[in-house]
């Protein structure tokens, strides 16, 4: 579980910076943090985008947007055929678990991933 006091110990990232970079590579876990710890500096998403392109960033409330992962694109499928194949692990912030991550590859395009992540809880 992560503490609150090793959360303090990240220093503070530059926003702006981490958003630009989002768009050509996969963030780290602790600029990961850095966005869902200050997630009132951003617009949480009502709905699903339809069909976001790479290097989109969305912020859901997962309580209110249960359907968030509806978003158009043709994720790869399990053996059943019927539900998206997802990898579940959790990310590290320094030595501490701070993150689950979920993510999906695309059907037509392996390369393309969907990543979901939100915070563990204390």
């Avoid at 926003?15 to 200050?38: D, G, T």
């Avoid at 994720?75 to 692990?89: F, S």
């Amino acid at each position: 579980m992560a503490s609150a006091e090793a959360r303090r110990l990240v220093p503070q990232l530059d926003i702006e910076q981490i958003l630009k970079e989002a768009q050509h590579r996969w963030l780290r876990p602790a600029e990961i943090c850095e966005i869902l710890k200050n997630y009132r500096n951003f617009r949480i998403a009502p709905e699903p985008p339809n069909r976001p392109p790479s290097g989109s960033l969305f912020l859901f409330d997962r309580k209110v947007l249960r359907y968030f992962r509806k978003d158009g694109h043709n994720w790869r499928k399990k053996n059943d055929q019927k539900t998206v194949k997802e990898a579940h692990e959790r990310l590290k912030s320094g030595s501490v678990d701070v993150l689950h991550c979920y993510y999906a590859h695309g059907e037509e395009n392996i390369n393309f991933q969907r990543r979901t992540y939100w915070m563990l809880e204390e």
